[in-house]
């Protein structure tokens, strides 16, 4: 009876009678195919486009080998086809080459291995319709993938969600939840601002200080001759000191940057002559709002989004 093989391995089975004075080197070698399907590493050399993967019968062959270590220079994507197409067979891959490694045993399915990655895969030597699977498909050893996707952060920058113990509901709100409650903001509390790159906690009482020195301007005190336009230059209440050397003055205020709620401060410093306010939208006068005679210092007016409202203060 003439010798077989073991289908997946091609490990040499004597048959009855035979190899009479030879059984001892058959079965050394047979122990080296063993030994190789166990712990064997091979490396080999790629090139071109297309490779053959082989494990022969009762000899020591590439294909045989429980780990590959691949190299060379492939000038494509190189297809690697594991023969015969009817063996089992369990690889741990290492792709050490420039380019995309397709492993191929038939038609049912084949496994890519990126420049640069591990893989285990194995196929089912079903024959024709063969399939290569990927045992690691959800984890790549050379970078993270869940899902197939790979995960592009370093170790340094998922290193930052190192003691990060937001609940869901707060992620939410810095992903735009637009679900608003009413929770009152007191003097301590936090708001967070991007300080020119860096993302930074101040408290509101931080922030309301430095509303309130910059909700109004005061501009430069103006000495009136003719009729002057006072022009805020943002959406802010404006303080203005005006001096009245003679005569009847008019000070026009512009509304075009003004917003419903912002006031205007009139700071008549001279005890002499008159003043008239009026204001106008795109240089158009709107109305008059208030004439100041001698003996009047202040003239606040608020604004209501059209018009103003103004009313004297102070007497001299």
């Known amino acids: 009876m003439a010798s077989t093989y073991t289908a997946n ?18 079965t050394n070698n047979n122990f080296d195919i063993i030994d190789k399907a166990i712990n064997g590493v091979e490396a080999i050399s790629l090139s071109g486009t297309t490779t053959n993967l082989t494990t022969s019968d009762g000899t020591l062959s590439e294909g045989g080998n429980k780990v590959l270590v691949l190299g060379g220079s492939p000038s494509g994507t190189n297809t690697i086809s594991i023969l015969p197409n009817d063996q089992d067979k369990v690889y741990i891959v290492e792709n050490g080459t420039n380019q995309t490694v397709t492993f191929t045993q038939g038609s049912g399915g084949n496994v890519s291995i990126v420049a640069g990655s591990k893989k285990i895969i194995f196929a089912d030597g079903a024959g024709s319709s063969a399939k290569v699977t990927d045992v690691t498909d959800a ?74 020195a910059n909700a109004f301007s005061a501009p430069t005190a103006l000495s009136l001759s003719g009729t002057t336009t006072l022009t805020p230059s943002a959406a802010q209440s404006i303080y203005q000191r ?75």
């Open 242 to 316: 005006v001096t009245v050397a003679s005569g009847s003055q008019t000070l026009r205020v512009a509304i075009t940057n003004l917003i419903a709620g912002q006031y205007v401060i009139i700071d008549k410093t001279s005890s002499a002559n008159s003043l008239t306010i009026d204001w106008n939208n795109n240089s158009a006068v709107t109305s008059q709002g208030i004439t100041l005679g001698s003996s009047v210092e202040f003239a606040i007016g608020l604004f209501n989004g059209s018009s103003f409202s103004f009313v004297e203060t102070v007497k001299f």
């Open 9 to 26: 391995s091609g490990i040499e089975k004597i048959g009855a009678g035979e190899q009479a004075g030879a059984w001892g080197t058959t």
């Open 139 to 212: 984890l790549d050893l050379s970078s993270l993938r869940i899902g197939g996707t790979a995960v592009t952060s370093t170790a340094a920058e998922l290193n930052k969600l190192d003691g990060v113990n937001s609940t869901t509901t707060e992620l939410n709100i810095v992903d735009g939840d637009t679900s608003i409650g009413t929770t009152a903001v007191a003097d301590g509390d936090g708001i967070v601002t991007n300080d020119g790159g860096t993302m930074q906690q101040t408290t509101a009482a931080t922030f309301s200080t430095y509303f309130n």
